[in-house]
C-alpha cells in the first residue's frame, strides 16, 4: 500500500546543513499497523511529515497504491484529504467547534448533504464510544475522550492510511490502553493502514510491526520492548 526508497532529507541551518534522514526504505502492507520507533532526533517526525504528504522537500521515491506521492502542493493537498487521517500528539482539535462539527469537519470538503455528513459522523463518534457527548467542546472532555474525538475525525472520511504522532503520549495509562485498542479495533474492522510514531511500550507492543529509526536510517535490530 505504501513504499518509499531512499528517501534522504536535509535541513539547513544558517550554514550548517543537518541530515535528518539518511536514505531509508521500507513497505507497509495494506491494514498493516506499523510503530515508528526510535530516539529523540532520529527523524521520526521528518519521515512521518513526508508519509503524511505536509513535506514535499525531500529526495527518494514513495508511491501510495503504486501512485508517486505528488510533489506540488495542490496535487498533495487534494490527495492528503482524500486518502490520509492525522492524530496527533496534543488531539489537535477545534476548540471552538463541538465533537460533533469536528468529526464532520473532513467531510466538509467533500461534496455531501449536511444530512449524510452528520449521520456519518455521529457514527464515528458511537464507534469511539462517545455518542452521548455529541455536543460536548473539547474543553469539556478529558484527555482520552479528546483523542477518541480525534480518532473519530480521521477515520470518517475512511482514509487509506492514517498518520499518528505519539498519540498516547499526553495520556494516563488507562486512557492510554483505551486508545491503543481502538485504534486497533477499528484499523481492523476499517481495513485502515496505520503508521504511528511512539516512544510508548504498549503500543509499540500492539503493533503488527516495528521500523526503527536511529541517526536518520532503519536499524535492523529489535528494541527491547519492557511492556
Ligand atoms: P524525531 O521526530 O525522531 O525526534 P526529527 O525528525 O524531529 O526526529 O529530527 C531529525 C533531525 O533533524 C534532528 O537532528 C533534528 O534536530 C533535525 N531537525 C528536525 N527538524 C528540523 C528543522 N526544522 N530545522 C533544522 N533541523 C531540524
Ligand atoms: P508535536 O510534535 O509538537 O507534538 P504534532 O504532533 O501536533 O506536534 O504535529 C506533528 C507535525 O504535524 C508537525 O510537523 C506539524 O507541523 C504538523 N501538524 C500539526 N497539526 C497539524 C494539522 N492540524 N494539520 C496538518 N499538519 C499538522
Known amino acids: 500500500m505504501l513504499s518509499f526508497s531512499n528517501i534522504k532529507k536535509d535541513y539547513r541551518l544558517g550554514s550548517q546543513t543537518v541530515q535528518a534522514l539518511g536514505g531509508v526504505n521500507g513497505e507497509i502492507h495494506p491494514g498493516e499497523m506499523v510503530a515508528l520507533c526510535g530516539p529523540s532526533g532520529s527523524g521520526k517526525s521528518t519521515l512521518l511529515n513526508i508519509l503524511g504528504m505536509l513535506d514535499m522537500n525531500y529526495q527518494g521515491s514513495a508511491f501510495i497504491d503504486g501512485t508517486p506521492f505528488p510533489r506540488k502542493v495542490k496535487e498533495a493537498t487534494a490527495l492528503r484529504r482524500s486518502s490520509l487521517g492525522f492524530v496527533f500528539q496534543r488531539f489537535n482539535l477545534i ?18 448533504s449536511t444530512k449524510v455528513k452528520k449521520e456519518k459522523a455521529e457514527q464515528m463518534l458511537a464507534k469511539v464510544g462517545l455518542e452521548d457527548f455529541l455536543q460536548y467542546r473539547p474543553e469539556r472532555l478529558s484527555g482520552g475522550q479528546q483523542q477518541r474525538v480525534a480518532i473519530a475525525r480521521a477515520l470518517v472520511h475512511q482514509p487509506r492510511l492514517v498518520i499518528a504522532d505519539e498519540p498516547t503520549a499526553s495520556l494516563d495509562s488507562h486512557s492510554a490502553n483505551t486508545i491503543i485498542q481502538i485504534m486497533k479495533t477499528l484499523g481492523h474492522e476499517m481495513g485502515t493502514t496505520f503508521v504511528i510514531a511512539t516512544h510508548d511500550p504498549r503500543m509499540a507492543s500492539q503493533c503488527d510491526r516495528h521500523i526503527n529509526l536511529v541517526d536518520g536510517l532503519i536499524s535492523s535490530e529489535e528494541i527491547q520492548w519492557n511492556a
Open 95 to 112: 476548540p471552538v467547534m463541538t465533537a460533533i462539527e469536528n468529526v464532520a469537519y473532513p467531510l466538509t470538503l467533500n461534496k455531501i
